[in-house]
């Protein structure tokens, strides 16, 4: 038995199969290979329990069980909870990103809300590609008033945590050369004029940002995602005022980083 799938555009599959019914080892070859291979996976029509959504990211990878975190994500309480999200990775500031996030849509407006992934693997213009070579940068996890803006448009901007990164990064799950510079974590390039680092960081940005770089995803109540946290970036609109959104969160990886829970 083999998945029936398609290809989304610009990257992704959608993947027809009701996912409550486990996986022939077959089948859980090649989610793992579309994975690897595509970065994201889309499955509509979805009623997963929090075990089953689970059960099906741990094919890709460890789950990560993080203290202070239900694994649930909703608008309701307002405040960072429901502002804009610019352009990032989860714990891309860190040695250790995770590899994979999943998120299920339990309780939304269907069509109101929407998460966007721009591929970390396009091929930059040779010029961006020539001066972001070699580079190290510092990445920050910036204070939650500010998630919605572009960090290096700050000289020296706050953050609750730091690290220094590549520009570039080798995704493990493929062997492919991705950016690893964004919007909200990459705060300079060292060893540059900072007017200089920002200046080639909007470059990068207006290549990795376009919209033919971009998925779109609008959610409906029973969508599932899973994505690969290093091939793609991910950001999302202010959802304060598109009802309810409830969705459940599965994350892939080994280490418990984030800045508001201790380390699991």
């Known amino acids: 038995m083999t998945?029936?799938?398609?290809?989304?555009?610009p990257f992704g599959v959608e993947i027809e199969r009701d996912l409550t019914q486990p996986l022939s080892p077959a089948?859980?070859?090649e989610l793992r290979v579309l994975f690897n291979q595509h970065g994201l996976l889309l499955s509509r029509g979805q009623m997963l329990t929090m075990d089953r959504q689970q059960e099906l990211c741990?094919?890709?990878g460890p789950i990560l069980?993080?203290?202070g975190e239900n694994g649930y994500m909703t608008n309701e309480g307002g405040g960072p909870s429901a502002s804009e999200l610019n352009w990032h990775s989860d714990a891309a500031y860190t040695e250790h990103p995770?590899?994979?996030?999943s998120l299920h849509a339990l309780d939304v407006v269907d069509g109101a809300s929407s998460t966007r992934f721009a591929s970390a693997e396009l091929s930059l213009p040779d010029s961006l590609q020539t001066a972001l070579s070699g580079r190290e940068q510092e990445m920050i996890a910036p204070h939650y008033a500010v998630l919605a803006e572009v960090t290096c448009d700050q000289r020296d901007p706050p953050a609750q945590k730091r690290g220094q990164m590549p520009a570039f990064y080798v995704n493990p799950h493929n062997g492919r050369t991705c950016v690893w510079v964004n919007a909200m974590q990459t705060a300079r390039l060292l060893d540059m004029e900072w007017e200089d680092s920002r200046d080639l960081l909007h470059e990068v940005y207006d290549a990795l940002y376009a919209p033919a770089?971009?998925?779109?995803h609008r959610w409906h109540n029973g969508d599932l995602i899973i994505w690969?946290?290093?091939a793609l970036q991910h950001m999302r609109g202010n959802i304060e005022g598109v009802g309810k959104r409830l969705l459940q969160r599965v994350i892939v990886g080994t280490e418990g980083v984030a800045p508001h829970v201790q380390a699991a």
């Open 3 to 9: 998945l029936t799938w398609r290809k989304l555009e």
């Open 27 to 29: 089948e859980a070859e």
């Open 58 to 60: 741990a094919l890709l």
């Open 65 to 67: 069980l993080r203290a």
């Open 98 to 101: 995770f590899d994979a996030l």
């Open 213 to 216: 770089n971009v998925y779109e």
């Open 228 to 230: 690969d946290n290093i």
